[in-house]
């Protein structure tokens, strides 16, 4: 199953940091995450994590202005 996480500027950071931790023990799950710059920066201001530390908790990680990825595609299959 493929799985695609956004993270926003909210007040969830912990929760969206915890839930790449939970689904990097699911090989069956492939993960996709999306942090928008106000995510990054809650990431670093509320988490012990690094924006790069979270990334890498996920199997890709895209740019939210990257239209041209394979997430940005209807033909993407979750």
């Known amino acids: 199953m493929k799985l695609i996480i956004g993270m926003t500027g909210a007040t969830g950071a912990p929760l969206g940091v915890a839930l790449l931790q939970a689904l990097r023990d699911m090989p069956e799950v492939e993960t996709h995450l999306v942090m928008s710059k106000w995510a990054k ?4 201001l509320e988490t012990p994590w690094t924006a790069r530390e979270v990334a890498a ?3 890709f990680s895209h740019s939210p202005a990257d ?3 394979t997430i940005s595609s209807g033909s993407f299959r979750t």
């Open 57 to 59: 908790l996920a199997d």
């Open 41 to 44: 920066t809650t990431i670093e």
């Open 67 to 69: 239209q041209a990825a």
